[in-house]
Nanobody, 116 residues
Framework: QVRLVESGGGPVQPGGSLRLSCAAS????????MGWYRQAPGKQRELVAA???????NYADSVKGRFTISRDNAKITVYLQMNSLKPEDTAVYYC??????????WGQGTQVTVSS
């Protein structure tokens, strides 16, 4: 019922920047959480950053000061600006939306590869 479409991933050199976007469509509650998770090979999926519909944010310690999450409620789109990228940021990044009933929807994932 909720479709999430991500874009903006790709290869980047260490120290570089990327901006991920995730557009939501379908039956969407006005109150929701949107966020970005990532999963590296052989590791569990982890929360990178999240933002409420009111604009409150939460970040993983490993990305604080480097990544910024934002959203456009009119477009139902969430963004992740990633600066000072490191090789350890390499992963598949997934967009997530959680509704007031704690039901999760996921995007298809976008690969981010940080390498020289």
């Amino acid at each position: 019922q909720v479709r999430l479409v991500e874009s903006g991933g790709g290869p980047v050199q260490p120290g570089g920047s990327l901006r991920l976007s995730c557009a939501a469509s379908g039956i969407i509650f006005s109150t929701n959480f949107m966020g970005w998770y990532r999963q590296a090979p052989g590791k569990q999926r982890e929360l990178v950053a999240a933002i409420t519909s009111g604009g409150s944010t939460n970040y993983a310690d490993s990305v604080k000061g480097r990544f910024t999450i934002s959203r456009d409620n009119a477009k139902i789109t969430v963004y992740l600006q990633m600066n000072s990228l490191k090789p350890e940021d390499t992963a598949v990044y997934y967009c997530n939306m959680r509704d007031p009933y704690s039901r999760d929807s996921w995007g298809q994932g976008t690969q981010v590869t940080v390498s020289s």
